[in-house]
Structure formats: C-alpha cells, structure tokens
C-alpha cells in the first residue's frame, strides 16, 4: 500500500501545483493590466487544500472503500425463458483480481461466503481472474474451491488474464495456458474460450456462451494493449433458444450483439466503474459508453458488474459487487 499511496501523493501534488500555477500564470497578466498585483497566497492555499483532501480521499479508499462489499439484486424478465428455468438464480462476478488479496485472503473469504450464501443456481465469472501473473491464484485456490452452485461455475478470460502488460509473447502463451488449466483442472470452473455450455432442467435447456476478450476502443488512445480475441459465431454454434453471453467487455456487445443477435442477456465486466465515483461522475465514462449496471436495448439486457479486485488497491464510490441476477418468463 504505501508505494501505491506515496506515488498517488505525488502526482496528485505534482498535478495540483501545475494546475493552479498555471492558473495564476494565466490570470496575472490580465490582472496587472488593469492596474493590480495578483497575490499567489490563494492560489497556494488552494493548492495545498486541494492535496488534504485528495490525501483523505485516497486513504479513505485504500483503507475502508476498497474493502465494501455490495449485492445487488435483479429480477429480469423475458419472454422466451423456457419454463423450467422460472426464478433461476445466477450469481454474477467478475474482476477477482486475485492479486489484490494477498495480503488480506479473509476478505476473499468474505465474498466466498456471501456467495454461497445465495444459493446459486449458476455462477458466472467474466474475467480478469488475476492482475499480472498466474502465482497470484495459487495462495487463493483454497478460498475458490469453496464456491458452490447447483449447476456450476462458468467463466471466461477478460484482458489481464492474457499477461500482455509485462510479458513476452512467449511468457503470454504459457501464462495462458497455465490460467486455463488451474480453472478447468483446478477449480473445475467451465472456462468457455469462444465456447458454449448447456444446462438442462428437465426437458428444457439453456445455453451460456463465453467468448474470449474482445475491445472496441471510444477513444483511439485508450488501449496500448487491446486484445481482440472473440468468436462469437463459433461460439454460438449448435445453440438455439435461450442464451446467455458472457463477453469481458461491455463494448463487445454494443458493437456486435446490442442491435442484431438474439442473444437476451449478456454479463460483463471489465469497466471497474473506473473505482470512482463523487457525485454521479466516473472517469470510465470517457472511455465506456456503457459503464456499470443494467443496461437495455429493446428486448436485449446487458449487465456491467463493477467486480471485485483492482489493479489499484483504493475504491471511492464504487464498492465490490457480487450480482444476483433471478430469470423470470413473461407471464
């Protein structure tokens, strides 16, 4: 934590004093031509106000609001949902970042035990299962194996589980391969690489397909790394009726299912909610158009969870999220 905060101090003091400096740079000028001297004092004052408060702000979200946990709860209602999947409950997570419990594995055991508390029908993981390698999950596998659902654990890769942030393509290709066996072999999840999965009650049976990540960037500079790896038409093979899709990000199904593919529900993650929010603002709504929560376009629904774990360990605003989604037929 304390490299993390002491670097955050420092551009934010770094950002701060530009920012006001330049201000007062600006404002002088103008100032003295019409016959006055611009006192700095204020703009000093102003400065050092702005860092107390933005200090509080990341303690505050390094010590207590990364660590508030939330559930939400939906009831979502279609018409073409087979009835014998009336009220079936499926959990929702995503960006476990295993990385970010090092340090604290009972806050990992705290969102294990609130899950199974649930009760869930399905669960359903959509990425990011660790935040730069794949040692992070071995001291959390005794954690993870105790998620429980009737029907399972399925889950897909989002970006980071793809290690392009500080390894070789070399490194990429084992790492990855290393994550799939732990999930499949180890924690028994349903890892669907462009993939789909089955579920029945009795004679009527519904389809989750999972795609590898697929990133659609809103501003052209946002991804130094983007991964599109996606096959949702051989993911979708032999499948009819009722889908589920699990996409990592939720610009995937804006651009390729929102407006063409009868697909009635998709989960995703990936946005964080950038883990900021003051006031209703978020900064992921620079690069998102779809930021967290439900999401609907006609008789589509997509659901952006908030996840977590983080790449950064301090959350304002945006607490974890542990989704409960219940299916309900048009009556």
């Known amino acids: 934590m304390s490299r993390f905060f002491i670097l955050l101090v420092i551009i934010l003091f770094a950002l701060t004093a530009a920012l006001i400096f330049g201000l007062y740079m600006a404002l002088r000028p103008i100032v003295r031509r019409r016959g006055h001297k611009l ?10 106000l702005l860092i107390a408060v933005g200090t509080a702000m990341i303690i505050y979200g390094n010590r207590v609001g990364q660590w508030q946990l939330q559930t939400k709860r939906y009831t979502l209602i279609f018409n ?27 806050r990992l055991q705290t969102i294990v035990n609130r899950i199974n508390r649930l009760q869930p029908d399905l669960i359903c993981f959509t990425g990011d299962l660790i935040n730069l390698s794949p040692d992070e999950i071995i001291p959390a596998l005794p ?20 290690t392009p942030y500080n390894s070789t393509p070399e490194q990429q290709e084992t790492n990855l391969k290393r994550i ?26 519904i389809f989750v397909i999972g795609v590898m990540n697929q990133s659609y960037d809103k501003l052209l500079v946002r991804r130094a790394f983007p991964i599109q790896k996606a096959d949702l038409k051989k993911a979708m093979r032999q ?25 009635p529900l998709t989960l995703s993650g990936h946005t964080h909610g950038a883990q900021l929010r003051l006031f209703g603002w978020t900064p ?35 607490p974890q999220e542990i989704t409960l989604i219940k299916l309900k037929k048009v009556q």
């Open 39 to 48: 006192s700095y004092k204020p703009f000093g004052l102003a400065t050092l």
């Open 80 to 106: 073409n949902l087979p009835e014998g999947f009336e009220d079936y409950r499926i959990v929702h997570i995503s960006d476990l970042h295993v990385g970010s419990f090092a340090d604290c594995p009972e």
């Open 143 to 162: 954690v993870l194996k105790g998620l429980h659902a009737h029907d399972g654990i399925v889950s897909i890769l989002g970006n980071h589980d793809f």
């Open 180 to 205: 799939v066996t732990i999930q499949r072999d180890s924690l028994h999840w349903h890892l669907l690489n462009n993939q789909n999965f089955k579920i029945r009650r009795c004679k009527d049976s």
């Open 239 to 263: 499948t009819d009726g009722f889908r589920i899709l699990l996409t990592h990000d939720p610009t995937h199904w804006r651009r390729e299912v929102a407006d063409t593919l009868p697909i």
């Open 284 to 318: 992921a709504a620079w690069f998102f158009d779809d930021v967290s929560g439900l999401v609907k376009n006609r008789n589509r629904c997509l659901y952006i969870n908030t996840g977590l774990g983080g790449t950064a360990p301090c959350r304002i605003g945006v």
